[in-house]
């Protein structure tokens, strides 16, 4: 088994705040989703996609995938996908976050333990451009059992390697490599941004 072959995005959720799905965001008429692939295709021999609409990748040569667990959020995710990875790791990330930063995962490739590695900026943990391993899926479902759903708080009794801030923002100064477009004000802000820099 590889250790660092798969990679898992989740295409899932209510984007209630963005107010259309947003697997299907846009970014100079072509599918953000499809952007992060192809910066993703080069360093994963593995492609998932989790999704709730799987007959909108079809002909994608890609692994597409649903969740096992219905209605569980991002951890129901995360599962499906592990479920599923031909890998030890799995880097897992969510189809809002336009900036894929291949340096820091090769960094955070290295800086793994038994069930992982993810983000730590004080207090708070970023779910998501993380490692998780195939020995979390376990885990997850006994979790998921107690009709609880933070991801943190389940990492937070797992043996997961914290990277702190000050290493990640090395990679990021700005943080932008954790960037989420959760609402129209994001998207329009982002797209500003682009546009900025090509210009």
Request: aromatic share 10%; charged share 30%; with cysteine.
């Amino acid at each position: 088994m590889k250790l660092f072959g798969t990679c898992i995005i989740l295409a899932g959720g209510k984007s209630s705040r963005m107010g259309f799905d947003k697997q299907f965001l846009k970014v100079d008429k072509r599918r953000l989703m499809y952007s992060i692939i192809s910066k993703l295709e080069n360093e994963f021999d593995e492609i998932i996609i989790v999704t709730n609409k799987p007959e909108h990748y079809i002909g994608l040569s890609h692994k597409i995938t649903m969740d096992i667990l219905k209605e569980k959020g991002p951890l129901g995710g995360i599962h499906a996908g592990l479920k599923q990875a031909k890998s030890k790791y799995s880097f897992v990330m969510a189809c809002d976050m336009p900036n894929v930063n291949i340096e820091y995962i090769r960094y955070m490739k290295e800086n793994t333990s038994k069930m992982g590695s993810t983000t730590r900026f004080k207090d708070w943990i970023e779910p998501f451009c993380s490692f998780y391993s195939k020995e979390m899926v376990k885990p997850i479902e006994k979790y998921l059992k107690t009709k609880k759903r933070s991801i943190t708080h389940l990492l937070m009794d797992l043996d997961i390697n914290y990277i702190e801030e000050k290493d990640a923002r090395e990679f990021s100064p700005s943080w932008d490599m954790f960037l989420n477009l959760n609402t129209q004000n994001d998207l329009e802000i982002f797209l500003n941004a682009e546009k900025e820099s090509c210009s």
